[in-house]
């Protein structure tokens, strides 16, 4: 999450509050993984067409009708910068039992249709891997799958409305940050053949 943010703030020139210790180990030395996101963000920089996708205006808030995001810059689309393991292995999906794009696996495409409705532009996603030796991609996303995927939020806003109301409880999937967040203390049972392997 941090290393998003930082790589986020050295590209798009916005703020960032890092933990100290976050960043930096005991003994002043920046952790692997920012020394990482700086050949990450060398890379972008060094690529006049990835860098042009991220020229306008960044970190703008958008809200209409409850509906609440941060586009992180608008010209031309309304643009995400994402930061993520790989741009080409595909991720393990456990819903779908099979391999998928990080853009899919991560459902950019409901924030998309939320940033593009509510801007008004079409959607796009620059993206940066973490790898030794990154990749940058520029992902468009057809307007036919943003609205599709905008019939999806119009067909749950009102039960996510409600949720952050507080007037229902989410179903819990336990393996969310917010399920992390709020699960009391597991108790587990190793059984005699747990621990043969």
């Not at 002043?28 to 990835?50: L, Y």
């Not at 991220?54 to 995400?80: C, F, S």
């Not at 996510?160 to 336990?174: L, S, W």
């Amino acid at each position: 999450m941090y290393v998003g943010r930082y790589v986020e703030s050295q590209i798009l020139g916005t703020p960032c509050d890092i933990p100290k210790d976050e960043q930096f180990t005991k003994s002043g030395s920046q952790r692997q993984a920012f020394v990482d996101a700086d050949a990450s963000i060398e890379k972008a920089r060094s690529d006049a067409i990835f860098m042009s996708a991220l020229d306008g205006r960044t970190q703008v808030r958008v809200e209409e009708d409850g509906i609440l995001g941060i586009v992180d810059v608008i010209n031309d689309y309304a643009v995400d910068l994402k930061t993520t393991a790989s741009i080409s292995e595909l991720q393990w999906d456990d819903n779908l039992r099979m391999k998928i794009p990080f853009y899919a696996k991560n459902l950019y495409r409901i924030q998309g249709a939320i940033y593009s409705k509510l801007t008004g532009k079409p959607f796009r996603i620059a993206a940066i891997s973490k790898e030794k030796i990154p990749e940058i991609a520029i992902i468009d996303f057809d307007p036919v799958a943003i609205d599709l995927a905008w019939d999806e939020v119009q067909f749950w806003k009102d039960r996510i409305m409600r949720i952050v109301r507080h007037e229902i409880e989410p179903v819990r999937c336990e393996k969310c940050d917010y399920c992390r967040l709020t699960k009391g203390v597991m108790m587990l049972h190793v059984g005699p053949f747990d621990i043969l392997s």
